[in-house]
């Protein structure tokens, strides 16, 4: 199946699909330093391009993607933003759905934070997917239950050409582990410490964590333990000179990025990417619910039954 990845960011999403089997054949961003960073670690291209003007669909519609992929910007729904639809970046989702009435891929995947479900937005651009003839399907996932050390729950928006609503929700949910994932069960002892800090967005809130949990959300903030900082209740040891921030190479371990991934630039732009990006391994679990359902359909079988088919082909 081919794919085009658009706001791919440094490439989370896209990863992840091709981890999955998926062909993707072009992504598009703005944001020059993301790009760079995409291009080094993908053979197809990557063009910078403005997404929000759509006078010409020409070069997204000559790739003939079978799926479009994308997350647009989520800041203005963020709970890390000023949750703010007025402020310019929430158009981009109305641009993304634009994009797909215009281009019409069979599927579509949208990805954005938990928050967007309650926005005037979300309803406007499902109306316009509606209009397209799309069915629809949407969950909620937690990261930490599709094969990712982190908390991070993300808002999953799948459309497909002429299918009934709610055609894909049983497979979107059958796969999730049972445990949250530790970034002790991901990683193991490649990390030489227990315990690490992760800045707060406000004091009220822990900032001492264990490897033996789920990291918390992966932001675009990054910064060391303050003197002075005082014990929170939650806090899994006592603070000192030994509790550090993890650094932005382990930072893009518990995105799911390989260790073989490129990254290089101002440790600010890094830092911004590696918390915007989707974690690899969400986007290959979202894939491969994709792909249970395409071969369920293609054969004619129960979902149990095309997981265990697809399971003895990937063998």
């Known amino acids: 199946m081919r794919v085009i990845d658009l706001f791919a960011g440094c490439g989370g999403l896209s990863m992840g699909f ?4 998926f062909e993707v054949v072009a992504a598009f961003d703005n944001w020059k330093e993301a790009c760079d960073i995409y291009a080094a670690n993908f053979d197809h291209p990557i063009f910078q391009t403005d997404l929000s003007n759509l006078e010409d669909l020409k070069i997204l519609k000559k790739w003939e993607p079978d799926m479009v992929i994308g997350g647009p910007p989520c800041q203005d729904f963020s709970s890390a933003g000023k949750r703010d639809e007025t402020l310019g970046r929430a158009d981009l989702t109305i641009s993304y759905a634009r994009i797909i009435s215009e281009v019409k891929p069979e599927w579509f995947l949208m990805e954005n934070v938990e928050r967007i479900r309650k926005s005037r937005v979300l ?6 997917f509606r209009a397209g003839s799309y069915g629809l399907s949407s969950t909620v996932l937690d990261a930490s239950y599709c094969g990712v050390p982190q908390t991070r729950k993300r808002f999953i ?3 497909h050409l002429h299918s009934e609503d709610g055609f894909l929700d049983e ?12 970034i002790f069960d991901y990683m193991g002892e490649k990390l030489d410490l227990n315990y690490y800090y992760r800045h707060p967005r406000s004091y009220a809130r822990r900032g001492i964590f264990s490897v033996h949990e789920p990291s918390p ?13 005082k014990k929170h209740e939650g806090d899994r040891c006592e603070p000192s ?3 550090r921030p993890l650094t932005t190479l382990e930072r893009s ?12 630039g101002s ?7 590696i918390g915007n990006a989707v974690p690899v391994n969400l986007g290959k679990y979202i894939a491969e619910c994709v792909l249970q359902y395409v071969e369920a359909k293609k054969r004619g079988l129960p979902i149990s039954e095309a997981i265990q088919q697809l399971e003895l082909f990937s063998v």
């Open 18 to 21: 091709q981890k999955a089997g």
């Open 217 to 229: 959300t992966i932001r675009g903030v990054n910064r060391p333990l303050p003197k002075g900082y």
């Open 253 to 264: 371990y518990i995105q799911t990025f390989p260790e073989s991934f490129k990254w290089f």
């Open 267 to 273: 440790k600010t732009c890094m830092e911004q990417m």
């Open 123 to 128: 309803q406007e651009a499902i109306s316009l």
């Open 241 to 243: 000179d030994n509790i």
């Open 171 to 182: 497979y979107l949910i059958r796969d999730k582990s049972d445990n949250p994932m530790t």
């Open 157 to 159: 928006l799948i459309g």
